[in-house]
């Protein structure tokens, strides 16, 4: 059961780069969630799609951008990294359809990211 | 003032003690979960409640829906329950599900 995958699980840039994380649930999970965890501030949402074909913006989504590629995947993309972005990010999907949700929420392993 | 804050922040206990960590919330909500991270790693649900009273083997969790309260509580601990604990609640209404998250816990047992 390979549940929502993160690719990759490391990687350093440098500030300026572009990058783009890659999440892919297997469980037919219609919403996404990209979040970042930083020491001191816990887990805060960046973008979210409630469904397919549809996104929304989270408690901290400056510098990044996402796209709902299909109900399978959600790529989160920061276009020119700063420093200031370099966090563990996860990726997590649950069955809720819209609305209010009582559904578990399940997470992939984790991105670590470095901003030099 | 956070949404929702965990208490304690840290907490070290010995192998074999009863652990509480505790969950409290400002807003209503629809539903309140209790996460894991171990180390280095992943995150794990280990429960989703709305209210009453969930057991899974040595963890049990509780809500208080009136309180705004919740707690975790872990018998008989063992050195493998070291790693941070985080509640969560979605808001009610109209929330897609998102997560509003606490601090976290981060406990130690040692043997």
């Known amino acids: 059961n390979a549940g929502v995958t993160q690719t990759p699980k490391f990687q350093v840039l440098k500030t300026g780069q572009s990058m783009t994380l890659q999440c892919a649930q297997d469980?037919?999970?219609?919403?996404m969630y990209w979040y970042r965890q930083d020491p001191g501030m816990g887990l805060r949402l960046i973008y979210y799609?409630?469904?397919?074909?549809?996104?929304d913006k989270g408690e901290v989504p400056n510098g990044y951008n996402v796209s709902r590629l299909n109900k399978r995947e959600f790529s989160l993309r920061l276009e020119s990294a700063a420093p200031s972005q370099t966090s563990v990010y996860f990726c997590?999907?649950?069955?809720?359809?819209?609305?209010?949700?009582?559904?578990?929420?399940?997470f992939g392993d984790g991105t670590r990211l470095s901003i030099l | 003032k956070n949404e929702v804050e965990q208490s304690p922040q840290n907490l070290t206990a010995q192998e074999g003690e009863f652990i509480t960590i505790n969950c409290s919330y400002s807003?209503?909500?629809?539903?309140l979960h209790w996460l894991q991270q171990h180390p280095g790693g992943g995150i794990v649900s280990l429960f989703m409640l709305s209210s009453g009273k969930k057991k899974h083997g040595r963890l049990i969790a509780t809500i208080n829906i009136q309180e705004k309260h919740s707690s975790l509580h872990i018998t008989a601990s063992h050195p493998r329950d070291s790693a941070v604990y985080i509640c969560?609640?979605?808001?009610?209404?109209?929330?897609?599900?998102?997560?509003?998250f606490g601090q976290g816990t981060i406990l130690t047992v040692h043997p």
């Open positions: 807003v209503g909500i629809s539903a």
């Open positions: 799609s409630a469904s397919e074909g549809t996104t």
């Open positions: 997590a999907s649950t069955r809720s359809t819209s609305g209010t949700s009582n559904q578990p929420q399940h």
């Open positions: 469980m037919n999970h219609n919403s």
């Open positions: 969560a609640v979605i808001a009610g209404g109209t929330s897609y599900g998102k997560l509003t």
